[in-house]
């Protein structure tokens, strides 16, 4: 699973997906598929790719709670696993591909 993995599913899905990284920040990928750490001040001394591989947990946050009429229907964050996210981009991938297969 790579960075690039997590963008296309926070875009197909329109979530924002956080994982912390080793230096206590985290890393929000948004619904357009900006991979950003609102705590960074400077140029960092990390590689996202590196700091992804050794993350173990994910948070996938909805989007589009403030455009509901009622912020009630808006479904609540989730909290994921490695394997699960990975299994989740992987099926993500896979619809694609058949949604290519039959044009």
């Known amino acids: 699973m790579t960075l690039a993995d997590l963008r296309k599913l926070a875009i197909r899905r ?9 230096n206590g920040m985290e890393c929000v990928v948004s619904e357009h598929g ?24 994910f948070v996938l946050d909805p ?15 989730a909290t ?6 990975a299994a989740l981009v992987g099926s993500g991938a896979a619809a694609q591909a058949g949604e290519h297969e039959e044009e």
């Open 14 to 22: 329109q979530i924002r997906i956080r994982f912390p990284l080793r």
């Open 80 to 85: 994921l696993d490695r394997e699960a996210l």
């Open 63 to 77: 989007v589009g709670a403030g455009k509901a009429p009622s912020a009630k229907s808006a479904s609540p964050a």
């Open 34 to 57: 900006v991979a950003q750490v609102p705590a960074l001040k400077g140029v960092p001394d990390f590689n996202l790719e590196e700091e992804l591989a050794a993350a173990a947990g």
